[in-house]
C-alpha cells in the first residue's frame, strides 16, 4: 500500500494567491522528507531537502522565499508556493526515506498545481 | 555523486523481455542501485533495489556486474500497462536523490 499522501492531488489558483502542499508519511516516521518538481515530459528536479526540526536545503536555483518548506513533525512535511504565477504551474511531488535493512525511496502521489 | 546515463527510449512488443541498462560509472561503494517506474501525472513507484550481482522480485530483476558500472532493469514479458518511463539512482544514506533523463518505454500490441 502507499506509504506517502500528498494533499491535494490538484490544485488550481489565481495568480499572486499562495498554495499549500501538504506531505505525510502513512506508518513511519520521516525525518527527511524530499520535494521535487516535474515539468511535461521532463524528469524529477530536486529542488529541496527537508529535515524535520530544522531548515530545509534548497537545490541551487530554488528560492526559499518562494518555496517555503516546513517539516515540523516527523509525519508532515508542507511546501507554500508563495505568490504563485502562471510559471510555477507544476507537477509537485515529495518522497521520504524508509529505513528498514536499506534505505529505499518512496514518492507520494505528486499534486499538479495550475496557476491562471 | 554518481551520475547515471540511460537510453532516452525504447520500443517493444507485448510478451517479449526487455533490458534497460543504466551507466554509473563513479558509483562510490555504499552506493545502491534503485529503479523506479513513473507513469503520467503519478510518482514514481518503487520497483527493485540492490547492490551487486543479481536482485529479482515479483515484477523484476536486476543485474549488476562486479565492477557494478552499471547495471541492467530486466521486465520478463512486458505488457501495455509496462508503457512508462523508468529510472535508475544511485546513491546511499539520503544523498544524491537526483533524477537523470530516464528511459521512457513504449509497449506495442
Known amino acids: 500500500g502507499a506509504v506517502v499522501s500528498q494533499h491535494p492531488s490538484w490544485v488550481i489558483c489565481k495568480s499572486g494567491t499562495s498554495v499549500k502542499i501538504e506531505c505525510r508519511s502513512l506508518d513511519f516516521q520521516a525525518t527527511t522528507m524530499f520535494w521535487y518538481r516535474q515539468f511535461p515530459k521532463q524528469s524529477l528536479m530536486l529542488m529541496a531537502t527537508?529535515?524535520?526540526?530544522?531548515?530545509?536545503?534548497?537545490e541551487q536555483g530554488v528560492e526559499k522565499d518562494k518555496f517555503l518548506i516546513n517539516h515540523a513533525s516527523l509525519t508532515l512535511s508542507t511546501l507554500t508556493v508563495t505568490s504563485a504565477h502562471p510559471e510555477d504551474s507544476s507537477f509537485y511531488i515529495c518522497?521520504?526515506?524508509?529505513?528498514?535493512?536499506?534505505?529505499?525511496?518512496?514518492f507520494g502521489p505528486g499534486t499538479r498545481l495550475l496557476v491562471l | 555523486l554518481a551520475k547515471t546515463t540511460q537510453p532516452i527510449s525504447m520500443d517493444s512488443y507485448e510478451g517479449q523481455e526487455v533490458n534497460i541498462t543504466c551507466s554509473h560509472n563513479n558509483i562510490a561503494t555504499n552506493d545502491y542501485i534503485t529503479w523506479y517506474q513513473q507513469f503520467p501525472s503519478q510518482g514514481p513507484r518503487f520497483i527493485i533495489q540492490?547492490?551487486?550481482t543479481k536482485v529479482t522480485n515479483e515484477v523484476a530483476s536486476l543485474f549488476i556486474p562486479a565492477d557494478r558500472k552499471s547495471s541492467t532493469l530486466s521486465l520478463p514479458r512486458v505488457s501495455l500497462s509496462d508503457t512508462a518511463v523508468y529510472y535508475c539512482?544511485?546513491?546511499?544514506?539520503?544523498?544524491?536523490?537526483?533524477f537523470g533523463a530516464g528511459t521512457r518505454l513504449t509497449v506495442k500490441p
Open positions: 518522497s521520504t526515506i524508509r529505513s528498514t535493512s536499506v534505505e529505499t525511496q518512496y
Open positions: 527537508s529535515n524535520e526540526g530544522s531548515k530545509a536545503t534548497y
Open positions: 540492490g547492490y551487486k
Open positions: 539512482l544511485v546513491g546511499a544514506r539520503n544523498n544524491d536523490m537526483r
